[in-house]
C-alpha cells in the first residue's frame, strides 16, 4: 500500500528505502523487532508484487509525446500481423472510486453532532471497465472491494464481476483470474455470435498489478496481451480518452439524485448507500455509455477507424439539485461542481494515507504469510536489460 502510494506520487524509492520502511510497518504493526528485511525478502517482495529495477533519469515522470509515433507503428503492425478488426481488440484499464466521498465531507453519521470532527472514510472500490475498439462490445465490468462477501450481496444476481481483496485494489492473481475466467469466455462468445474470427487483443498499461504478455495469453493463442509504453499511456490510452471520466460523472450524477430523492436529510439516505447500490449503479453507468464515445476513444491510436466525428456527451447536473445538496450539506456549488466533473484530487486511483493509517488499515487483516519470511532464498529472480526496458517505469532505483 505505501509503496503504491509513493510511486503513484512518482517518489523514487531505492531497495534501502523499501527494506526500511518494510520493518518500520512490521515494528509498528506487530510490536516486534525480530525482522531484519533481508536481501532474500526484499527480492521475493519484489517478484510477487512485480516491482522491476529501473534508473530513473530526467523527463521520465511527464508524459513523453515523442513515443506515441513508435508505438503506434508497433500496435498497428501487430494488428495487421494478426488479420483483427477493431470488433477484435479490446482495452481495460483501472480506476479507483470512492463509494459516497464528497469534497471535505464524508457522510458517516445523521446522529453526529460536530462537522469538523468527522473522521474520512476511506471506503473505496477498484473498478476495470474493457470494451473494443468498434464499441459493440463492452464487458462486464470488475468491481474489487475489501470484502469477500458483503451483506448486500446476499441472494442477488449482480450484475458485475466482484472480487473481494483486503486493499481494493487490483493485484496479479485476480488480474489473471479475470483473464482466463471472464474476458476470455465472454470475448469468444460474443465474436462466436457476430461472426468473428476467435482472435483478440488485449491492450494494457504496463502497471504492476498486471501479469505479463506471456501470462495474459490463452492456450490456443487466440487471445493475447500487448503493453502501452509507460510514458505516454495517459496520452494514448482509450479508456483514458472520456471514458472512465463519463461513468464516474454518471455515477456521481446518480449519486446526488438518490441524495435528494428521499424525504430525509440526505446525510442518512448517503449512509445508506450499500454495496449492492453500488454495483448496481456503477453497472448502469456503464451501459449509460454511448457506443459513440467508446469508439472515438481509440482516435489518438488508431485514427483510420474513425469515419465520422463524434461529440462526447455531457454529463450534468442540475443547478436546483446542486443549491439543495450544498444547502444542506455546507458544501460549496463550485466544490461540489468540481467534484462532480471529476477534478479533485480525489479522483487519483490510490488514496493518499499516512503511515498511522496504513497500519489501522492493516492491522486487522494481518496474516502469518510464508512468503513474507526472512529467510534467503537459494535463486532471487535476475533482472534483464530488456526486462528493464519493458517493464512499467515504477522508478525502483538502483541500490
Known sequence: MWFLQERNMHAPISGPMLAMKAKFFYKEITKKDDFVASKGWLERFKSRHGIRLMTITGGKLSNDATC???????????????NLGPSQVYNADESGLFLRVMPNKTF???NEKDVPGRKVSKERVTILPCANAAGTHALTMVVIGKSNKPRAFKNIDLPVHYYG??????????????????????????LKDHNF?????????????HPSEEELTTEDKCITAMFLPPNCTALIQPMDQNIIQFVKQDY?????????SKDQPIEKTLKEFNMKDLVFALSQSWSALPSSTIKS?????????????SNDPQISVTSEVIEQVSTETQISPEDLEVWCRGMD????????MPDEDIIKE????????????????????????????????????TE
Open 165 to 190: 481483496q483486503k486493499s481494493a485494489w487490483m493485484t496479479k492473481d485476480l488480474f489473471k483470474k479475470w483473464f482466463d475466467e471472464c474476458l476470455a469466455p465472454e470475448v469468444r462468445k460474443w
Open 297 to 309: 476513444s481509440w482516435k489518438k491510436l488508431w485514427p483510420d477507424i474513425i469515419t465520422t466525428p
Open 68 to 82: 506515441i509515433e513508435p508505438f503506434k507503428l508497433r500496435f498497428l503492425q501487430k494488428v495487421n500481423d494478426l
Open 108 to 110: 458517516v453519521s445523521c
Open 345 to 352: 484530487k480525489e479522483e487519483n486511483v490510490f488514496l493518499e
Open 362 to 397: 492493516v492491522s486487522n487483516n494481518t496474516t502469518n504469510d510464508q512468503e513474507d519470511n526472512d529467510d534467503v532464498i537459494a535463486t532471487a529472480p535476475q533482472v534483464t536489460d530488456q526486462d528493464a526496458v519493458n517493464a512499467f517505469e515504477l522508478g525502483f532505483v
Open 197 to 209: 474470427p476467435q482472435k483478440a487483443l488485449l491492450l494494457l498499461d504496463n502497471a504492476p498489478d
Open 252 to 260: 456521481k450524477k446518480n449519486l446526488l439524485l438518490r441524495a435528494v
